[in-house]
């Protein structure tokens, strides 16, 4: 059973800065963060696959950077400019070569003056 452990979540005041962390306990092709507001259905913010290629949700382009270090099996989300409405749990999520799909806890991040 791949787990996935994540840290790094918070409160921050607006405009401030959050790093993310989530460490796979073997290597995974595709890894990605999610979030869930409260009321609102999980939304994808940012995936990274094993060769670095990258996508972003357009609201977090250019203020949230996905990274991943491979020799750790470890996924990296670095936030800056955090706004109110980037308040959510969000999740590590990663994919196998195969397809299959493993879940994080989950961290809460909350951003409030």
């Known amino acids: 059973q791949v787990q996935l452990v994540e840290s790094g979540g918070g409160l921050v005041q607006p405009g401030g800065s959050l790093r993310l962390s989530c460490e796979a306990s073997?290597?995974?092709?595709?890894m990605e963060w999610y979030r869930q507001a409260p009321g609102k259905q999980r939304e994808s913010v940012a995936g990274?696959?094993?060769?670095?290629?990258?996508n972003y949700q357009d609201s977090v382009k250019g203020r949230f950077t996905i990274s991943r270090d491979n020799a750790k099996n470890t996924v990296f989300l670095q936030m800056n400019s955090l706004k109110p409405e980037d308040t959510a749990v969000y999740y590590c999520?990663?994919?196998?070569?195969?397809?299959?799909?493993?879940w994080g806890q989950g961290t809460q991040v909350t951003v409030s003056s």
């Open positions: 990274i696959t094993s060769r670095g290629s990258t």
């Open positions: 999520s990663a994919r196998n070569i195969g397809g299959r799909t493993y």
């Open positions: 073997i290597s995974m092709y595709r």
